[in-house]
């Protein structure tokens, strides 16, 4: 292969200090960072104290208990996760049919004039906030900071895995295939997982956009009562996506730590009489 292609020799050690590096990591995330990782996952799952009561525990015995201020997933009702609306009730406005006084019949002839079609009930013009900026579901948004940083561990653990048993897949040949088409099978499924994590961030952004959209619509329509019952609709929805996301979480970490520990053989050597061509 030298005399195809020369490589620096300088260039190849940091090559191959590169790979020794990604093979360490990969095992061990395997061996002991996968099962370790879905084991808190599953006790994240499982732990369940009402809202109220841990809101309770963080603002009187912090100092003893620092885990009291994490956020629970498995809450009892789904009430317990509601938030309050800060936008008050108007008095209604009493809106005549008639234009500045004109009797009817000159008012419809005016309105007929003007071509104005519309109804007058356009909702209330929104300046300002009266109670200041909307504040978010704080409840949801600590859980929502809680699972992020899982995602994305998710992805980035996955990204060296799949390195890793790309740096292992050997050389093109003819016949002796079948351990490398398991190789290929295990890269195809890190990278799925790594798609599927990704879609549950811009899940969590179409959450923040479509509630926005539903609290801009009660500061127009305060009458509407719809608006408000929408909103808290949607923050249950998203309290149960969020559980249903750890789930994931969790199993893609049992998944994938059992589909490579029964494949482990093949998947480093995965032409037994061609071993030199693996590295």
Known sequence: MSSLLKVDNEIKTKVDAF????????????ANFFPKKLLELDHFLKVSVPWMLLKFISGTLEHLLPCA????????ELKEIHSDINLTVPDPILLSNLHDGLDSQN??????EDGDVEDKVTGT??????????????????????????????????NTVKMWVQLLIPRIEDGNN?????????????????????SYLDQISRYYITRAKLVS???????????????????????????????????????????ILKNIE???????????ALY
């Open 178 to 198: 079948f351990g490398v088409s398991i190789q290929e099978e295990t890269v195809a499924e890190l990278r799925t997982v790594e798609g599927e994590a990704a």
């Open 19 to 30: 790979r020794e590096r990604i093979t360490a990591e990969a095992e061990d995330l395997v």
């Open 107 to 112: 008012a419809k002839k005016r309105k007929l």
């Open 266 to 276: 093949k998947i480093k050597r995965p032409r037994s009489s061609n071993a030199e």
């Open 125 to 158: 013009k929104v300046f300002v906030m009266p109670g200041g900026m909307m504040k978010s579901n704080g409840n949801l948004v600590d859980l929502i900071e809680k699972v992020k940083p899982e995602i994305r561990t998710l992805i980035e653990k996955c």
């Open 69 to 76: 201020q994490e956020p629970i997933i498995n809450i009892v």
């Open 217 to 259: 619509k009660i500061a127009k329509y305060p009458h509407v009562e719809d608006y408000r019952r929408t909103v808290t609709e949607i923050d249950e929805k998203e309290y149960i996506s969020l559980k249903i996301i750890v789930s994931e979480l969790r199993n893609q970490y049992v998944a994938l730590h059992d589909m």
